[in-house]
């Protein structure tokens, strides 16, 4: 079992847009055949399932303006379990370095982070906005995985590529696996399509899947040698005080944590991957043992749902996925993915048209029509 387990609830989710934004980003949109369940009750219940005891804690770290959907979620939770659960609201944006070094800060500094045996607190990240089957398979796997992070060093999540994927950064093995676990040779950036045939016919090479586990003292001094202007302005941080819920429901929602704020004006804006996790000297990966969706693009959301007919009136066209609260016709078309929605009020929203196969750049779409409009595009709630 792990001592800590943060889940990063930060982001846009631009690559769904309309459906998902700054407004109610991807984490809090219903997972695919789900209707009340968002990736982010997946991910809480992973957290729960790698977690134990009283000493045992769950970090979640979003930003501020998503703290009610959080606290929403949360409410449905037992009390007991709520208190193992801390929330820190990012004041800004400032990427996965900064997420994971305050959250490593809070776990060695808060009250009670000693645990009794004297034991190192290990920590495992995970992402708020993937799909992972079964849960158990997964729970498994991380707790076996947490006897070797004790004994220093950093382990990733692998997943064995089923495509030439170029959204994803991929890990290149060396070696032969021991009980699933290899030697990490190197990280790869998101390739291009030619190099990412490449690394699927090497057959060592896999996803990242972007979930990490490490003793909390070893990142700090990782950190600290490799990236430490992300890590120094929350070092400087005084030890947090519990600032409890207000409704009473047991949840500690860090809202007054003193210099947080400032620390994140002054922390660099860096990837953990490539501030920390590409220059360690000491990584293993654990190839998943489970099924794995990212679903962070149109292609990869619209693959895990039943084809809809709903509004949709076609003539002459074919493979095309509409999702729509009004009628959409389809003349002469194949290979689309069409997405309309209204926000909260009834107002059209926004709509995507986009080919098959292209989704990836949904993301440019979304910073065209912000740079557009001057302000945030309005964003949906309703999905």
């Known amino acids: 079992m792990f001592s800590d387990c943060v889940i990063m609830a930060g982001g846009s989710g631009a690559r769904l847009w309309p459906a998902s934004g700054n407004g109610r980003p991807k984490q809090f949109m219903p997972l695919p055949g789900h209707k009340e369940k968002t990736f982010f009750h997946a991910a809480l219940d992973r957290a729960v399932a790698v977690t134990n005891g009283d000493d045992a804690r769950i970090i979640v770290v979003a930003g501020r303006a998503h703290v009610p959907y959080i606290k929403e979620i949360c409410a449905g939770y037992p009390k007991g379990r709520l208190r193992r659960i801390t929330l820190i609201p990012e004041p800004k944006a400032k990427n996965t370095a900064a997420a994971v070094a305050c959250a490593a800060v809070f776990a060695e500094r808060s009250p009670g982070a000693a645990l009794p045996d004297g034991a190192p607190r290990c920590m495992l990240v995970l992402t708020s906005d993937h799909i992972i089957e079964p849960e158990a398979d997964f729970a498994k796997q991380a707790r076996a995985l947490a006897p070797l992070v004790r004994q ?74 490799n990236a430490a ?7 400087k941080l005084a030890a947090p005080v519990p600032d409890r819920n207000r409704d009473g429901s047991g949840l500690n929602v860090l809202e007054n944590w003193q210099g947080l704020d400032a620390a994140y004006d002054k922390t660099e804006q860096v990837p ?27 292609d990869e959301y619209v693959s895990l749902l039943p084809i809809r007919d709903e509004n949709v009136f076609s003539v002459g066209s074919s493979s095309c996925f509409v999702d729509s609260p009004v009628p959409v016709g389809l003349c002469g078309v194949d290979d689309l993915i069409v ?7 009834g107002e059209l929203s926004g709509v995507l048209v986009a080919k098959k196969g292209e989704t990836q750049r949904v993301k440019e779409i979304a910073g065209l029509i912000e740079a557009g409009n001057g302000k945030k595009a309005k964003q949906p709630t309703d999905f």
Request: charged share 25%; hydrophobic share 45%.
């Open 272 to 298: 953990f991957d490539i501030a920390v996790v590409e220059k360690c000297r000491n990584v293993i990966m654990a190839k998943a043992a489970f099924d794995w969706h990212d679903a962070g693009s149109w």
């Open 152 to 225: 220093g060093g950093l382990a990733v999540f692998g997943i064995p590529p089923r495509y030439p994927e170029t959204g994803y950064g991929y890990i290149e093995t060396a070696g032969s696996a021991r009980d699933g676990v290899f030697a990490v040779a190197s990280f790869r950036e998101k390739p291009d399509r030619v190099s990412a045939e490449k690394y699927l016919q090497a057959g060592n090479f896999f996803w990242n899947s972007g979930m990490f586990a490490f003793r909390t003292d070893f990142i700090l001094n990782e950190f600290r040698e």
């Open 229 to 235: 202007g992300v890590l120094s302005p929350f070092e």
């Open 339 to 345: 997405i309309v929605r209204n926000s909260e009020n």
